[in-house]
């Protein structure tokens, strides 16, 4: 299993997670966050506008479809076909352990 972390433009984030329920993955969390990229913030004149507000969206899946949600993800957040500074990231991590609080079970 991974966990995957997309943060996305807050916009995109309700395409993004219908697009990942259309493709069968409608297990996602959402937290909305503030932060900045590479970019450093955006400039509007003489005001710097340091954190900007990002959606955090987080699903876990199977090894199997891992390339798939990426390439779902990144094609409904993108912006235009070249995309644009601040359309986001996804981080991949593995899942070592995985349990359902109300049965107590270890997901395989």
């Not at 219908?18 to 409608?26: H, R, S």
């Amino acid at each position: 299993m991974y966990l995957l972390r997309a943060i996305v433009r807050p916009e995109k984030s309700p395409v993004v997670m219908k697009a990942l329920l259309d493709a069968g993955f409608p297990a996602v969390t959402k937290l909305s966050v503030f932060g900045r990229g590479k970019q450093r913030g955006l400039r509007v004149g003489n005001v710097t506008y340091d954190e900007l507000p990002k959606d955090l969206l987080m699903i876990v899946i199977p090894e199997k479809d891992k390339d798939f949600v990426i390439e779902t993800i990144i094609e409904v957040a993108r912006s235009g076909d070249k995309g644009q500074f601040g359309d986001g990231k996804i981080f991949v991590t593995p899942v070592e352990e995985a349990y359902t609080i109300s049965s107590g079970k270890k997901e395989v």
